[in-house]
């Protein structure tokens, strides 16, 4: 099997397809859901440069919305976490409850048949699967469904006992597709994670692509971090386990050329006692993933140039790329 046309990677129409056919119709990762726990709390973010927000209501129900306002299109809350009574709009300072009702349009003047119960906040879907929080604008089919393996490969993990430490955003100038192609499959791992290289057993590193998920093992040496499963779920999130917890990523398109990784850590033990140890885990993720950006803006750069004709995908170390491959295409095509 040939790698994708560059041109899907580089295109900005390629980029407008694909907010349309995966990222309005799929499920997205907003990270823990204790950041929802109470009322009035929220996370806000964007999907691909859709606004959306979720919160917990004061009646205790989970609730999600386009992060817009119904008068003019401004945001209404910034990207990230915060607790609010009332959602205002900073334009022209329309109010709404939690619930998503409009209770106020200060100095709006008379407009015959202007009721403010026709101007709710446009509702989306939100959903808590295991300890995460999930949202989606026009889902095409359940979390559950869409989670695919991913609810047996995850099953004996206590996942949803473990608690959040912190939340890192990476951004760097290369397309979400050359990351993730990148992130499926362990051949790079020789020529661009040396470190990591030695502490794992590569000629054992094995991926299988199953439904709606790349499994990567490789059984660890000493001094590893990684317990030695990494795991990558469509369209676009990840999760990788460590002794003592775990990390997840969204990895989220800002344009065509350019991306941002939300990444969360969650660990067993929060106490001071292992703060120090928490902190290093962190650090040391984080250096693994740094290490992929220069390659991939390197590919972008080469895929932009128009000097790269497709070549061929290895049968044994990218499964995961020509499974991720074949779904970008099946969603793209005209």
Not at 54 to 73: E, I, M, P, S, W
Not at 154 to 176: C, K, M, Q, Y
Request: overall charge negative; glycine content about 8%; aromatic content about 12%.
């Amino acid at each position: 099997m040939l790698n994708l046309d560059p041109r899907l990677y580089t295109a900005l129409e390629s980029f407008a397809r694909e907010r349309e056919r995966i990222f309005l119709r799929t499920w997205q990762l907003l990270g823990p859901a204790a950041q929802v726990a109470e009322a009035g709390q929220y996370v806000a973010a964007e999907l691909a440069g859709a606004k959306v927000l979720a919160l917990r209501g004061r009646d205790g129900t989970l609730r999600a919305f386009r992060n817009v306002c119904r008068h003019r299109g401004a945001r209404l809350l910034p990207e990230g976490t915060g607790r609010c009574n009332l959602i205002r709009c900073t334009y022209h300072n329309w109010a709404y409850d939690l619930d998503g009702t409009l209770k106020t349009a200060p100095w709006f003047g008379e407009e015959p048949g202007f009721d403010l119960a026709d101007w709710p906040l446009e509702p989306i879907f939100a959903e808590i699967w295991r300890g995460l929080l999930f949202v989606a604008i026009a889902p095409e089919e359940t979390l559950t469904r869409q989670l695919g393996a991913t609810v047996d490969e995850l099953a004996d993990e206590p996942i949803e006992s473990f608690g959040h430490e912190r939340t890192e955003r990476l951004v760097f100038d290369a397309n979400w597709k050359i990351y993730t192609d990148n992130f499926v499959e362990g051949y790079h791992i020789p020529g661009i994670h040396p470190t990591f290289f030695q502490a794992i057993d590569f000629e054992k590193f094995e991926t299988s692509a199953h439904d709606n998920l790349v499994r990567m093992t490789a059984p660890p040496r000493d001094g590893l971090f990684y317990r030695g499963k990494w795991l990558w779920m469509w369209p676009n999130w990840t999760l990788s386990l460590f002794e003592g917890g775990m990390n997840t990523s969204r990895i989220n398109p800002l344009s065509h050329q350019r991306t941002e990784l939300i990444y969360n850590f969650y660990f067993a033990d929060l106490s001071d006692a292992t703060k120090a140890k928490r902190d290093d885990t962190i650090a040391r993720n984080l250096d693994v993933v740094r290490e992929d950006f220069g390659i991939c803006l390197d590919t972008h750069k080469n895929y932009e140039s128009g000097g790269y004709r497709p070549g061929p995908l290895s049968p044994r170390h990218e499964q995961g790329v020509a499974w991720f491959q074949a779904r970008i295409a099946e969603a793209l095509k005209d």
